[in-house]
């Protein structure tokens, strides 16, 4: 693990030189790419969303990498990892923890549940029933756990990076539109291209690259790496782009539910940690355009004629990138 530089006027984990951002995540991405083979965009989205305190959402059909990649980033930061297996049965107790009553001491005590944790894998989160799938609700948005009135801070930092599979394959729940929201982006893993995956079947037949896989970095040093994306500098311009993106999902004709406040606050937040990852103290235009459609797509709900013409979400927010006047200089 390399320690990254820390300027003496930090407090609490010290705090990451602005500069050293972008080298410390590459040392992480380049980590992550010994097992993702070919998805560098990929990788590089999970790990804007790791700096950017959000929750990633990976969706695409079986076999193509889901939990291969989540498990890759889990395994990049030494921290508390839990994975759940989404299943019918599983019940919102097991996510969030449950008490339990104490014969001796004749008081409950909580057990808490797999969501404690600084990174949790959440697989094959559509798997579950709805009233499971709300038990990360408050997880994910306050990052904190009630249980009996008894509110539980979660640690930081947490991160749910959730797969699932496409709504049309069997045995699958829709995710709720607020539970979307909750996500910071999405993003499909896609198939590997053919060098890729011939590196696959060299590397992986005979062993598993994640159990050699080492930590390249700590909770201690994400937690400065964090806070060192929240000191960039984003320019009024740079702002009230965003919110005018935003505003234009609600204003679309193919659109019957725009984007949220909380999603213009992602996009922020997403935009910052590119800047980071990309070596600059200050966010362009150019860094929110890259993460616009892996932020907002997937919040958006189509109207029946957008749906009925075979549009789709990320061609929308594609049009409204071409269409919201960009603000020029810094």
Same mark, same amino acid.
């Given at each position: 693990?390399?320690?990254v530089?820390?300027?003496?006027?930090?407090?609490?984990?010290?705090?990451v030189?602005?500069?050293?951002?972008a080298a410390?995540?590459?040392?992480?991405?380049?980590n992550?790419?010994r097992?993702v083979?070919g998805?560098p965009?990929v990788?590089?989205?999970?790990?804007v969303?790791?700096?950017?305190?959000?929750?990633?959402?990976?969706?695409?059909v079986?076999?193509?990498g889901?939990t291969?990649?989540a498990?890759a980033?889990a395994?990049?930061?030494?921290?508390s990892?839990?994975?759940?297996?989404?299943?019918p049965?599983?019940l919102?107790?097991?996510?969030?923890?449950?008490?339990?009553?104490?014969?001796?001491?004749?008081?409950?005590?909580f057990k808490?549940?797999?969501?404690?944790?600084?990174?949790?894998?959440?697989?094959?989160?559509?798997?579950?029933?709805?009233k499971?799938?709300?038990a990360l609700?408050?997880?994910?948005?306050?990052?904190?756990?009630?249980?009996?009135?008894?509110?539980?801070?979660?640690a930081?930092?947490? #991160?749910?990076?959730a797969t699932?599979?496409?709504i049309?394959?069997?045995?699958?729940?829709? #995710?709720?539109e607020?539970?979307?929201?909750?996500?910071?982006a999405r993003?499909?893993?896609?198939?590997?291209?053919?060098?890729?995956e011939?590196a696959?079947l060299?590397d992986?037949?005979?062993?598993?690259p994640?159990?050699?896989?080492?930590?390249?970095?700590?909770?201690a040093?994400?937690?400065?790496?964090?806070?060192?994306v929240?000191?960039?500098?984003v320019?009024?311009a740079?702002?009230?782009?965003?919110?005018?993106?935003?505003?234009?999902?609600?204003?679309?004709?193919?659109?019957?539910?725009?984007?949220?406040?909380?999603a213009?606050?992602?996009?922020l937040?997403?935009?910052?940690?590119t800047?980071?990852l990309?070596?600059?103290d200050?966010v362009?235009?150019?860094?929110?355009?890259?993460?616009?459609?892996p932020?907002?797509?997937h919040r958006? #709900?189509?109207?029946?004629?957008?749906?009925?013409a075979?549009?789709?979400a990320?061609?929308v927010?594609?049009?409204l990138?071409?269409t919201?006047?960009?603000?020029?200089?810094?």
């Amino acid at each position: 693990m390399t320690e990254v530089t820390r300027t003496s006027d930090g407090t609490g984990d010290g705090a990451v030189a602005l500069a050293d951002v972008a080298a410390e995540g590459a040392r992480i991405a380049a980590n992550m790419a010994r097992v993702v083979h070919g998805k560098p965009e990929v990788v590089h989205l999970a790990l804007v969303v790791l700096l950017a305190e959000g929750h990633l959402l990976i969706e695409d059909v079986p076999g193509v990498g889901k939990t291969t990649l989540a498990k890759a980033l889990a395994a990049s930061v030494d921290a508390s990892v839990r994975r759940i297996q989404f299943t019918p049965d599983l019940l919102p107790s097991d996510v969030t923890g449950v008490s339990v009553y104490d014969q001796e001491t004749r008081e409950f005590e909580f057990k808490p549940g797999a969501v404690f944790a600084n990174i949790v894998v959440a697989d094959e989160i559509n798997r579950a029933s709805p009233k499971t799938q709300s038990a990360l609700l408050e997880c994910m948005a306050e990052r904190q756990v009630t249980v009996d009135g008894v509110s539980y801070e979660l640690a930081r930092p947490f #991160l749910v990076m959730a797969t699932q599979n496409p709504i049309e394959m069997e045995g699958t729940y829709p #995710l709720p539109e607020a539970q979307r929201d909750r996500f910071t982006a999405r993003v499909s893993m896609g198939y590997p291209d053919r060098e890729a995956e011939l590196a696959m079947l060299d590397d992986l037949v005979t062993t598993d690259p994640l159990a050699t896989l080492t930590p390249a970095t700590d909770a201690a040093g994400v937690r400065a790496l964090v806070a060192a994306v929240g000191r960039l500098h984003v320019s009024e311009a740079v702002r009230r782009y965003v919110v005018a993106l935003v505003e234009a999902t609600r204003r679309s004709a193919d659109l019957r539910l725009g984007a949220s406040p909380r999603a213009g606050l992602q996009l922020l937040r997403t935009a910052r940690a590119t800047a980071a990852l990309a070596g600059r103290d200050h966010v362009l235009p150019d860094d929110v355009q890259a993460v616009a459609v892996p932020v907002l797509a997937h919040r958006l #709900l189509l109207t029946p004629d957008a749906a009925a013409a075979r549009r789709t979400a990320e061609q929308v927010v594609g049009d409204l990138l071409r269409t919201v006047p960009v603000p020029r200089g810094r």
